[in-house]
């Protein structure tokens, strides 16, 4: 809502401030709030594996991004593409060797945190993919306002919070692998009824049921996610497997938005060139692109469902009673501390 006001009222640069303020917070809080532990010991910092882990994601990024642009085949796209594998490929050896690595790969080769963090990364690809379609959908083609545009998604915030208390119940008697896969195919199906979208679609029967069902199961997945992210991790390593869950959701989504908006454009193209002549083909074109593009998404997760459900085999309770007793753990041998980062962030 805020996004719609700021953009509605000041400009969409507006919307780019936003974050000045909250990094101000974040930076005095760092400098009065945090302090050292004098017996802990100093870890070296991993910069080779920071400079690898870094340009491999800018590059991939970058070329999913440029085939929107140039097309698949261009060489920018392609070397972008081919840098990005290579360099994330070289950041892995390096990782496998290094005495303080940035990412423990023991970490994610835990099956059932690996399929959490898998099934958070792929849930943010589509929902973010979701919120750049339908906010072009709903302004573009629905003519709806920033701000109107904005209050739309209020219902998905409402799925997000059913959701979650719904599964709260359910965590500790059912499989964890069963619930994620349960918010990955909420999340599909919300994705799927998109495809339904037409130049005419009303908003209360084509794009709200989705919002909420995308909602549900974003509100289904990532407590679930969160708990498994931590899960049976020893607690030296508890900050990074916590950092590499946050770090899940921002690369699904800034390869989300690249990816489902580069096969929108890439469709949308494609239309038009089939369609010459044709005095509605240009609203066409765009519903057309969208509607390829959340199909595409709705598939992703749909597989992604059914390979989660095989590979995180947590048992019920297993995820939040490790958390328990590591929280335990902690307090007992420092009467002081705090919870973790995970805990705090959720």
């Known amino acids: 809502m805020l996004g719609g006001v700021l953009t509605e009222y000041l400009g969409w640069r507006s919307v780019l401030y936003v974050n000045i303020p909250l ?15 004098p017996h802990r010991e100093r870890a070296r910092m991993d910069v080779t594996g920071a400079v690898l882990a870094t340009t491999g994601l800018v590059a991939l990024v970058y070329g999913f991004s440029s085939a ?7 060489p920018v796209t392609a070397g972008a593409l081919g840098g990005g594998v290579a360099l994330m490929s070289v950041f892995m050896a390096v990782e496998a060797h290094v005495s303080r690595p940035l990412l423990p790969l023991s970490i994610m080769a835990h099956r059932s945190r690996g399929g959490a963090y898998l099934a958070f990364m792929l849930v943010m690809v589509a929902m973010f993919g979701m919120f750049l379609l339908v906010s072009f959908y709903l302004q573009t083609v629905a003519g709806f306002t920033a701000l109107q545009a904005g209050m739309a998604f209020l219902p998905f915030a409402a799925g997000t919070l059913i959701g979650s208390i719904l599964v709260g119940h359910a965590m500790t008697r059912t499989r964890s692998g069963l619930l994620l896969a349960a918010g990955l ?45 931590t899960f049976q991790v020893p607690e030296r390593d508890s900050g990074v497997a916590s950092a590499v869950f946050n770090a899940s959701e921002q690369v699904g989504a800034s390869v989300g938005l690249a990816v489902l908006s580069t096969i929108a454009a890439t469709s949308t193209g494609a239309y038009l060139a089939a369609h010459p002549g044709d005095g509605g083909a240009d609203l066409a074109g765009l519903v057309h692109g969208y509607v390829t593009a959340t199909a595409w998404a ?49």
């Open 185 to 229: 195919l909420l999340a599909a199906a919300g994705m799927a009824w998109l495809t339904r979208l037409g130049v005419d679609s009303d908003y209360l029967g084509h794009v709200l049921p989705a919002l909420v069902l995308i909602g549900l199961g974003l509100g289904v997945l990532s407590p679930v996610a969160a708990n498994l992210a």
């Open 68 to 74: 929107a642009v140039h097309g698949w085949g261009a």
């Open 23 to 37: 990094a101000l917070l974040a930076a005095l809080g760092a400098v009065f709030l945090l302090t050292e532990d």
């Open 298 to 346: 709705a598939a992703l997760l749909g597989v992604v469902a059914v390979v989660v459900a095989i590979l995180v085999n947590a048992r019920p309770g297993d995820a939040t009673a490790g958390l328990e007793r590591g929280a335990a753990s902690s307090s007992a041998d420092d009467p002081a501390a705090s919870p973790s980062p995970l805990l705090v962030h959720h």
